[in-house]
Every structure is written in structure tokens, then in C-alpha cells.
């Protein structure tokens, strides 16, 4: 019996020995099974984007697995400005872990541009915030255009101007064609862009105006009936090298796909429109 115990622990030396000499290989050999990681700093709002993109690329760069973190535009300012202004742990040019940065519009890169945390040259627009007219699926006699919901009676749920970016462009588009009065008495104004689709699907609201891309989210219960694409700046979303990143070559080979014909496909199947400039 004593003997058997001895050969045991004898195992067990031995086998712990093996582990710890391959631990090194097994570790590469899995990170290689796993894929060079590929960071994007972004937007909540663009995260349904972002991963089809991410999709798409890996399919063409099998040895890369694309990661989005994502947080709302002041905290992703922080974080930036944070990794790059410590003095512990600092990160140097091509060592940072984060690749390119996707906020929910240009104001955040710009000013990140400003501060030299994104390296200059590398913005590239790649999709375009389009408002639209929606109704619920079930509705079958509804207004074709927005013209014909300012000449009907429909009621119209809008998001809040004082409160959204959604808001602000829906009531800049209403006063730019001249429909505020047309539809005086019977605009139903909502929070913002949940607070529309609420209205609309409890039927508070006969239609609404959201985002596109939200639009395709809820494609199961909402129907587009007009798109709308004059009367209002659109938002532009675009893409940038984060200074530190750590593999510029493959960077800029994202920077590219995205503005292909392939990756602005899967924009305009997101939702989105394309930016002026970029092929159609």
C-alpha cells in the first residue's frame, strides 16, 4: 500500500512537471485557435453595425477575432484620455489595446483628433443616421409618404427635440418643409426613439418618425412607409486609428473593408445610409 501511495505522488510530480513545460506551448497554441484580438472602442447605438462588420471581416481574415467595448461617447473620452495620460502601466506607439475607435458621430473624434489621441489622416466615414416613417406591421391602409400623413389625419409620434439628437433633426425636418402646421394637434411627442416605437405599437400614435436602423431591429412589428432624406443635417458615422494601436497594417485593412463594396452592403442592410462620396 505504502508503495502504491509512492508511485502516486510520484505521478503526480511528474505529471505536474509535464503541464507546467507544455503550459507555454498549449497557451500560444490556443491563442492562435482564438485569433489575434482586434479592438473597437463604440457607441451602444452602432454596436448592431459594428458586429456585422466585424463579422464580414473575420470571414476574409480567419486569424483575427474582432472585440467591440463599448460605452457612451464622454465615457469613451475617459477611457482614451486615461490609457494614454498614465504614467503607470503607459502604453507606447503600436503597443496600446485598442485598435480604432467608432463613437456615435464625428464630434468625439474630432476632438480626440485635437488631442492627438487618434492618429491624424485615418477618419473614414462609412454610414449615415436616415430618418424614416414607420407603422405597425398590422396596419394595412397606411399613409404612403409623409406628405400623405400632413394631408390625412394620421397622428404622428416624434421624439422630444429638447431631449435627442433624434429630436432635434425629426423637428428641424418638420419646420424645413413646412409641415408643423399641416400637422398642428396631432404631433405625439415622445421621450425619445423607445418612447416612439411604444406609442406607435400601443397605438397612442398611428406612425412614427426613427432611425432607420432602428427600424430594421424592430423589421418583425414596424413597417417602413416613407424614407426621409432632406430637411435635416444627418449624422455621420466614421472610424479612426486609436494612436496606440498595435497593428497598424491590419488597421487600416478594416479602415478599408468598411468603405468596400462588401462592407457597405452589409451598412445599408443595417440600416444605414452611405455617406456622400463613397460608392452606392
Request: aromatic share 4%.
Given at each position: 500500500m505504502k508503495r502504491c501511495g509512492h508511485i502516486r505522488s510520484s505521478t503526480r510530480i511528474i505529471l505536474c512537471l509535464v503541464v507546467s513545460c507544455l503550459a507555454p506551448f498549449l497557451t500560444d497554441y490556443l491563442g492562435a485557435m482564438a485569433g489575434e484580438p482586434f479592438v473597437i472602442a463604440a457607441s451602444p447605438s452602432l454596436k448592431d453595425l459594428l458586429q456585422r462588420l466585424g463579422n464580414g471581416f473575420e470571414k476574409t481574415h480567419p486569424d483575427v477575432r474582432v472585440q467591440l467595448y463599448v460605452d457612451s461617447g464622454l465615457n469613451l473620452r475617459q477611457t482614451i484620455a486615461g490609457m494614454e495620460n498614465s504614467m503607470v502601466g503607459q502604453y507606447f506607439i503600436e503597443r496600446g489595446p485598442i485598435h480604432l475607435i467608432a463613437p456615435g458621430g464625428d464630434e468625439l473624434i474630432t476632438r480626440l483628433e485635437q488631442k492627438y489621441y487618434v492618429l491624424p489622416g485615418t477618419t473614414?466615414?462609412?454610414?449615415?443616421?436616415?430618418?424614416?416613417?414607420?407603422?405597425?406591421?398590422?396596419?394595412?391602409?397606411?399613409?404612403?409618404?409623409?406628405?400623405?400623413?400632413?394631408?390625412?389625419?394620421?397622428?404622428?409620434?416624434?421624439?422630444?427635440?429638447?431631449?435627442?439628437?433624434?429630436?432635434?433633426?425629426?423637428?428641424?425636418?418638420?419646420?424645413?418643409?413646412?409641415?408643423?402646421?399641416?400637422?398642428?394637434?396631432?404631433?405625439?411627442?415622445?421621450?425619445?426613439?423607445?418612447g416612439v416605437l411604444d406609442h406607435v405599437l400601443s397605438g397612442q400614435a398611428d406612425a412614427g418618425i426613427i432611425y432607420r436602423h432602428e427600424a430594421v431591429r424592430q423589421q418583425e412589428r414596424l413597417r417602413v412607409v416613407a424614407i426621409v432624406d432632406k430637411?435635416?443635417?444627418?449624422?455621420?458615422?466614421?472610424?479612426?486609428?486609436?494612436?496606440?494601436?498595435?497593428?497598424?497594417?491590419?488597421?487600416?485593412?478594416?479602415?478599408?473593408?468598411?468603405?468596400?463594396?462588401?462592407?457597405?452592403?452589409?451598412?445599408?442592410?443595417?440600416?444605414?445610409?452611405?455617406?456622400?462620396?463613397?460608392?452606392?
Open positions: 473614414r466615414p462609412y454610414a449615415l443616421d436616415q430618418l424614416v416613417v414607420v407603422v405597425p406591421e398590422s396596419l394595412v391602409e397606411a399613409p404612403e409618404s409623409l406628405d400623405a400623413v400632413s394631408r390625412g389625419t394620421t397622428k404622428l409620434a416624434v421624439a422630444d427635440r429638447s431631449r435627442t439628437r433624434l429630436g432635434t433633426q425629426t423637428g428641424d425636418m418638420l419646420q424645413a418643409l413646412g409641415l408643423n402646421e399641416s400637422l398642428k394637434g396631432r404631433l405625439d411627442v415622445a421621450t425619445d426613439s423607445r430637411g435635416y443635417i444627418p449624422t455621420v458615422h466614421s472610424m479612426a486609428m486609436e494612436r496606440y494601436c498595435s497593428n497598424r497594417s491590419l488597421c487600416e485593412e478594416f479602415l478599408t473593408y468598411i468603405q468596400s463594396a462588401e462592407g457597405q452592403t452589409l451598412v445599408r442592410q443595417a440600416g444605414y445610409a452611405i455617406p456622400a462620396g463613397r460608392p452606392q
